[in-house]
C-alpha cells in the first residue's frame, strides 16, 4: 500500500509531469492530435492500473474514481476547442460537485464513505456502531461540513480550470499551439490542485478525527487517539459483539 506522501508524488507525475512532457516533446514527432490523445490517457492509465490492478479495493470510492476515470478517457477523443473544450477538461470536476452536494441532499454524505475505508467494518454489528457513531449530533455535523468543504474547493477548481481553459487555449484543435496551451494549463491546475487537494483531505481528516475522538469520555492517563476505535465503541455500549449479543 502507497503511503499518502507517494501517492501525492505519483499524482503530481503522471497526472501533470508526464503528459506536458508529451504534449510538449512528442507533438512535433508525431502530430499534434496523436501526441494530444497520449497525453489525455496517461493519467487515465495510471487510475484505472492503480485501481483495478495494484490497489484493487473496489469500494464506493474506487468506483467512483474509477467512473469519472473512464469518463475523462471517452472525453479525451472529443475533439474539440474553445468553451467547448474548456467544459470538458472541467467535466470531471462538475461530477465531483454534483457527487459530494448530491451526497448531502440525499443525507449520505460522502465522508461517511471515505470513513468506511478508514475505519473497515467487516461485520453487521461494526457497520451499525461506526453509523451510531457518526450520527451522533455532534460528529454527524463535521461530516456534513467536511463533505461541503470539499464540495466547495471542488466547485472553486471547477470555476477556475474552466476560467483558464477558455483564456488560455485559445488556438484551434489539432494545432501544435493548441498543444502548447493544454500543456500550460495542465502546468497550473494539475500540479496546484492536486496540492490543494491533499491539504483539504488532510484538514478534513483531522477536523473528523479530533471530532471522533472527542465525542468519547476522556478515559485518565490514556490518550484515546492510541485506543482501538472498537474497544472505545465497546466501552460506549454501541459495539456488542455476537458472542456477548447471544
Known amino acids: 500500500m502507497k503511503s499518502p506522501l507517494v501517492k501525492l508524488i505519483l499524482d503530481i507525475v503522471m497526472g501533470a509531469a508526464v503528459p506536458i512532457l508529451i504534449l510538449n516533446n512528442l507533438t512535433p514527432v508525431i502530430g499534434p492530435p496523436p501526441a494530444y490523445v497520449f497525453a489525455a490517457l496517461v493519467p487515465v492509465g495510471y487510475v484505472l492500473v492503480d485501481?483495478?490492478?495494484?490497489?484493487?479495493?473496489f469500494n464506493a470510492i474506487t468506483t467512483y474514481v474509477a467512473?469519472?476515470?473512464?469518463?475523462?478517457g471517452v472525453l479525451a477523443f472529443w475533439f474539440v476547442d474553445g468553451w467547448r473544450y474548456a467544459l470538458k477538461d472541467t467535466a470531471g470536476l462538475i461530477v465531483a460537485v454534483?457527487?459530494?452536494?448530491?451526497?448531502?441532499?440525499?443525507?449520505k454524505p460522502m465522508m461517511l464513505f471515505f470513513l468506511a475505508q478508514v475505519f473497515q467494518p467487516d461485520t453487521p454489528r461494526k457497520y451499525a456502531a461506526m453509523d451510531a457513531l457518526l450520527r451522533k449530533p455532534r460528529v454527524w455535523r463535521v461530516v456534513q461540513a467536511t463533505t461541503a468543504l470539499i464540495?466547495?474547493?471542488?466547485?472553486?477548481?471547477?470555476?477556475?480550470?474552466?476560467?483558464?481553459?477558455?483564456?488560455?487555449?485559445?488556438?484551434?484543435?489539432?494545432?501544435?499551439?493548441f498543444n502548447s496551451q493544454v500543456a500550460q494549463v495542465n502546468g497550473i491546475t494539475?500540479?496546484?490542485?492536486?496540492?490543494?487537494?491533499?491539504?483539504?483531505?488532510?484538514?478534513?481528516?483531522?477536523?473528523?478525527?479530533?471530532t471522533i475522538y472527542r465525542s468519547f469520555p476522556p478515559q485518565e492517563g490514556k490518550d484515546l487517539t492510541e485506543v482501538d476505535i472498537w474497544d472505545l465503541l465497546r466501552g460506549e455500549g454501541l459495539l456488542v459483539e455476537e458472542a456477548q449479543a447471544g
Open 98 to 107: 454534483l457527487i459530494f452536494f448530491g451526497s448531502l441532499a440525499l443525507g
Open 151 to 177: 464540495g466547495v474547493q471542488n466547485l472553486a477548481f471547477a470555476v477556475v480550470n474552466f476560467s483558464l481553459n477558455l483564456s488560455i487555449v485559445t488556438a484551434s484543435f489539432g494545432s501544435s499551439a
Open 67 to 72: 467512473l469519472t476515470t473512464i469518463m475523462q
Open 51 to 57: 485501481t483495478l490492478v495494484i490497489s484493487r479495493r
Open 190 to 210: 494539475r500540479v496546484a490542485f492536486t496540492l490543494i487537494s491533499f491539504a483539504v483531505f488532510v484538514l478534513a481528516f483531522f477536523w473528523l478525527y479530533s
